[in-house]
């Protein structure tokens, strides 16, 4: 059974920067597209973006474009989210996400039930 643990959460103040790891066990993540969403307090969880199986495409929420960067590393088992300017509305809990599915079109990538692995989630907390 596939796992999936992310770190690298925490409170910072608006305009800083986090890096999200998300790493995985009993699964090999080459096989993978993964995905990171979040939900802040009180709202549904949201897509905020994705990467293929060998990273050639990448797929952003509008607010998060040109601020997070999602990479992975195949030989490391882990997949990152590199969180830069963070503001107030940034905060939620994020949670990596991993899919065997064949993922064709952006909508896809962007669709939590395409996703069967998850990982239990990681605080982000921006203040102002």
């Known amino acids: 059974q596939g796992q999936l643990v992310e770190s690298g959460g925490g409170s910072v103040q608006t305009g800083a920067s986090l890096r999200l790891s998300c790493v995985a066990s009993?699964?090999?993540?080459?096989?993978?597209?993964m995905a990171w969403f979040r939900q802040a307090p009180g709202k549904e969880r949201e897509f905020v973006a994705s990467i293929s199986r060998l990273g050639g495409v990448t797929y952003y929420r509008d607010s998060v474009k040109g601020r997070f960067t999602i990479s992975r590393d195949n030989a490391k088992n882990a997949a990152d989210l590199q969180m830069n300017s963070l503001t107030p509305e940034d905060t939620a809990v994020y949670y990596c996400?991993?899919?065997?599915?064949?993922?064709?079109?952006?909508?896809?990538?962007?669709?939590?039930?395409?996703?069967?692995?998850w990982g239990q989630g990681t605080q982000v907390t921006v203040s102002s």
């Open positions: 009993g699964i090999s993540l080459s096989r993978y597209a």
């Open positions: 996400a991993a899919s065997d599915q064949e993922l064709y079109r952006e909508t896809s990538y962007r669709t939590q039930r395409r996703y069967p692995y």
